[in-house]
């Protein structure tokens, strides 16, 4: 249909990117579908102001099959605020990290599907799409304490959420890693933990076989040099207690 972007595509296998909506003064989000088969599902599905277009353009990407699951990589609003609408409109069971499942029914979950919230536990998990094998991954204080990401190994595309995440720039597939710095080096610095927590992804993201990296917000590295270039980058990179150290402090205590 008009507007998404078709990942990847092979047999009966499709990644599709849905259109990116104006969300007047909130950040603009991806919100991405996989389908195997007969089955398909939804990745951080957003907030209330983009529901109703969202869930028309994800049907119409299913082409008929069943949306499976729902993927909440986090707790933040602009992934799980209409939740309740999702799980009352379709019979998709909800994944969360399990130390959020009991803090997003204050988005208003109804009684009738709070059941159909289901918790992923710390270590990840691996789940059927239509007979294909699909990787729930930790990626714990990348930013929340609590997070998750997708891999898929057909499309070998990594969903990494947050992480990756740019703002302010005008395309949305990364050309020049150098260039394309100053949108994203911000955000990182600010929202994702430390360092350590960059490491211990980098670690894990390279035993994986990726051909694109695909954030929540902005723009995506297509291609294993890219792909490569941000995990070198991501694992380097000094970024928020590391950089705080002078702010954690009474303020005018000092003076």
Known sequence: MSGTS????????RNVLLPVFDQGEAVPANQHVVVHGNEGMILD??????????????????????????????QDPDIVAATNGWLMTT?????????????????????????????????????????????????HFLH???NIQLYDPVSKILYTGDLGASLGQDYDVVTNFDQHLEFMQGF????????AAMRLWANMAKGLDIE???PQHGAR???????GRFIAWAEQLRCGIDLMETLIAIPGGNE
């Not at 969360?96 to 710390?122: M, N, S, Y």
């Not at 590295?221 to 792909?227: H, I």
């Open 212 to 214: 694109m990296i695909a």
């Open 144 to 146: 929340s304490c609590g």
């Open 221 to 227: 590295f297509p291609g294993k040099e890219l792909v």
């Open 45 to 74: 599905p957003g907030g209330h102001k983009i529901y109703s277009r969202v869930l028309s353009d994800t049907t119409s990407v299913l082409r008929g099959a069943e949306l499976k699951y729902i993927f909440l990589s986090h």
């Open 188 to 195: 990182h610095e600010r929202y994702m933990a430390s360092n």
């Open 91 to 139: 019979d998709a069971v909800a994944y969360t990290p399990a130390i959020w499942k009991r803090f997003i029914p204050h988005f208003g979950l109804d009684r009738l599907v709070v059941d159909r919230l289901k918790g992923v536990p710390d270590q990840g998990m691996r789940m059927d799409l239509g007979g294909q094998e699909l990787y729930i991954l930790p990626a």
């Open 6 to 13: 078709v990942l990847f595509e092979s047999g009966e296998h």
